[in-house]
């Protein structure tokens, strides 16, 4: 019987030959077409193949004096956004940390990928029932309170893009799928620099969300409280809520946001 190939063992070839290519710049910033081939072991064809691809996708640059290559924009803009990544990871978990301790509840901060929302850190609640999810986790941005915050706070462009895109499914019984309601909705968000949502992404989630700004007072991503519907009475809400916006506006300031007109 044939073994079962592992979803970890897959590759593409042509893309792991990409990667060694790009991998020969570490020792050294300019190469050759000579260079690369003794580099990687392959073919001038091959080789010529590979480097006009990324080229063309701006990976790579070419010197047209010498025919050389270097690193190109695409690879140095992945690697800012790796650098930001760890720096915003790096204020955000004690943020999270702290909603937990003050509020018991699992405590989240998404950003947006494409037309999705992606779970960058995630803090564990400390009651024994609680919402639970994982880093890494892709969701819609139609749905939650994190995915409305992230919508109401991107360029119009971008709403109408994924709304177009993603068609918004329905998820659950509450799930918003009417654009002109979730238009209405994400005016609402901006008005109130806040959202909620009730079973709209998991039946019985209540979740609350904050945006996070930068020093261009653009959006990071949306910070989020969420837990049982059950167990978010009234007061509950109330006090959940101060703890989120007030560490929100903490880590905004952090990352260099200032009120407007201050």
Known sequence: MKTPIRQADRHVEAVLAALDVLECFLAKPGLSTNEIMQATGFTRNRVMRLTGTLTHRGCLMADPATGAFSIGPKIFALGKVFERNRLILSMVRPVLRDITLKTGESA???????????????????????????????????????????????????????????????RTATTITDKNRLLKELEIVRNQGKAISKGESESDVFAMAAPVLDNGQELVGALSISGPSSRFTRQIRKSCEEVLLADAMKLSRQLGWRQPGR
């Open 108 to 170: 989240t901060f998404h950003v947006r990928e494409g037309s999705e929302r992606v779970v960058l850190a995630r803090e564990e609640g400390t009651h024994a029932i609680r919402h639970a999810t994982s880093e890494g986790q892709r969701k819609d941005l139609h749905t939650g309170a994190a995915g409305k915050v992230i919508l109401a706070y991107s360029p119009e462009e971008v709403v109408e893009t994924v709304l177009a895109k993603t068609g918004l499914p329905k």
